[in-house]
């Protein structure tokens, strides 16, 4: 199924310009700072406003959102200072209670996005209303879940769509809440390439330090917008306050972004392109040969009754090969995880040859 995207077509918003922000706290919490946040934002030249109403939660106990009471608050900011306000649903009770209060952007969150049957019901809901939605990640790093998500709401006949790259939950925190995963995002475009991409570097970082430099990478990949977590008080937050800025910090963030064209392309650029398929021929050279030694390995390990996977051989394979690739100029780290995936074909190789009749 593949997807029949229409442009956002927001009133008011110059498309043409990158990158397309929406802004605003991270929750709805009280009226007074609904409003101070969005004027504030709007003096600043901002049009979209964000702010969460039902606040999904991990653990039990902490704030989830004003739900409906909110809603006239956001209705006042478009109402009072012309912005288009948008926030997350989770249930079709959530969409009727945004559409009846005249909310303008929908945006479905990571965990919703990971539930099928959750997203269905979404979809159903929506069907005969004409409302950009806006699709997050889920939380695992699982690229067909992703489209799959995408590809319910536009069976609803929902085709201003666009998506948000909030980044992937892991186990490792050293330094994202959660992991770009910059690989994902970008076959996404690859495959859609019309649809829209937001960049969300508060939920990626987690740290408000991290917020400039997730922006730039963002617009260095091309990607259409930025949804950006703004408080008139971030340090008070009722939620993710770490990952909040104010209005003022938010447009100094935005002023120093370097924009660069997508459409460039010189000669020397061209031949630039051309050594990296030399490189990527030689390499597919390299890893056939590689191949062809591993199966020799396999035959003779078939040959002697010996086990397939020597522990104590990929294990050596692996730092030593980090431990190059470092002095090299890489990290460590990737290297590791491509002579992983090389190992695994190679385990495989050797299989194939030791079960051959």
């Not at 397309?20 to 901002?46: D, F, N, R, W």
């Not at 809440?177 to 390439?193: A, F, K, T, Y």
């Not at 969300?200 to 990949?221: F, N, T, V, W």
């Not at 009722?238 to 460039?264: G, N, Y």
């Amino acid at each position: 199924m593949e997807l029949e995207i229409s442009p956002l077509n927001l009133p008011g918003i110059d498309h043409t310009q990158r990158p397309v922000v929406i802004a605003g706290p991270c929750s709805a919490e009280t009226e007074e700072q609904v409003m101070t946040s969005a004027t504030q934002l709007a003096a600043k030249g901002y049009r979209i406003f964000r702010a969460g109403v039902w606040k999904p939660r991990t653990k039990p106990g902490g704030f989830e959102g004003k739900g409906e009471e909110a809603l006239p608050w956001m209705k006042r900011v478009h109402d009072e200072l012309g912005m288009l306000t948008a926030t997350e649903v989770a249930t079709p009770a959530h969409i009727e209670a945004a559409l009846n209060y005249g909310i303008d952007i929908l945006w479905i969150g990571a965990r919703t996005v990971a539930n099928p049957f959750a997203m269905q019901e979404i979809a159903d809901s929506l069907r005969g209303v004409d409302i950009p939605v806006l699709v997050k990640n889920p939380v695992n790093p699982d690229l067909e879940l992703w489209i799959g998500g995408l590809q319910r709401i536009n069976g609803a006949g929902i085709k201003r769509l666009a998506a948000i790259h909030r980044g992937f939950s892991s186990y490792d925190k050293r330094l994202y809440r959660n992991q770009p995963m910059w690989s994902l995002p970008i076959e996404l475009r690859r495959r859609v390439p019309e649809l829209p991409i937001f960049g969300d570097p508060s939920h990626i970082g987690g740290r408000r330090e991290l917020i400039a430099p997730l922006c730039q990478q963002a617009m260095d990949l091309g990607f259409e917008g930025l949804i950006i977590e703004s408080h008139c008080n971030p340090d008070k937050a009722w939620s993710d306050a770490a990952q909040q800025v104010t209005p003022d910090v938010l447009d100094f963030i935005l002023s120093k972004l370097t924009i660069r064209s997508e459409m460039v392309s010189t000669d020397t650029l061209q031949t630039l392109r051309k050594q990296i398929d030399e490189c990527d021929n030689e390499l597919l050279e390299l890893l056939a040969r590689r191949m062809k030694v591993c199966r020799a390995i396999g035959q003779y390990k078939k040959e002697n009754n010996m086990q397939i996977v020597q522990t104590l051989r990929y294990t050596e394979i692996l730092d030593k090969r980090g431990a190059q690739g470092a002095l090299s100029g890489m990290s460590q780290e990737f290297v590791r995880a491509v002579f992983e995936h090389i190992h695994e074909e190679s385990v495989n190789q050797q299989i194939e040859i030791i079960n051959k009749k």
